[in-house]
Structures are given as C-alpha cells and as structure tokens.
C-alpha cells in the first residue's frame, strides 16, 4: 500500500485546501495519507474550526478519518495557535528540536510532499 505525508508549510488557504484535497483523494482510494502542519499553516488551525471560513467542512472531514498526524509543537506556540491545537485534539509532534522530524516516516516507507 503506498503511504504519503504531506506536510503544509504554506498557511495560504489556496495552498492549503490542496492538501486537504489530496489527503482526502488518498485516502478514498485506498491509499494511506496524513497531514502535518507546520511552520506559518499552524496558524489557520483556530480559523479552520469556524463554521464561516470556507475550509471548515474539508478540515472536519480529514479530522473525522484521522488524517491529520500532527502540528508542529515549536510553530504552533510561535504561531499562538498551540492551545487551538490542544482543544481539537491535535496531536503536538516535536521530535526533531521541537519540530516533526520527516526522518521517522521515511524510515517507516512514506513518500513526503512539502507544500
């Protein structure tokens, strides 16, 4: 089964809805998909719960099929959006210095796309 992570860096909500997207279109097609969220993305993570904003009902989506791995602790507390994450039950990833590191996923056989 092909795995992939994508990690969203670009807190641009044109940028983001296309991980949203992929990572939904993954996973109904049998493929095994997350998402990390990390750098300036960490600080859509409050906005994204809001009924109003337009990503709402797409995020509620990736969170419902548990494809969300993870917020980078270290962004998300730069970003103030830390205890966003913790109310959603985000998990905090920071095994790299405080960020997620890619390496443990290469090693469990992922294919990493940034965006």
Known sequence: MR???LFVFNGDPMCFIHVLLNALDMSEKGQEAGI???GSATKLIPELVRDEHPLSGLWS???????VYGVCRACSH???TLESARDQSLPLLDDMYGHPGMAGYQDRGYEIITF
């Not at 989506?61 to 494809?67: A, G, M, R």
């Open 78 to 80: 730069k970003m103030e």
């Open 61 to 67: 989506k990736v969170k419902e099929k548990n494809l």
């Open 36 to 38: 990390v969220v990390e």
């Open 3 to 5: 795995k992939t992570v």
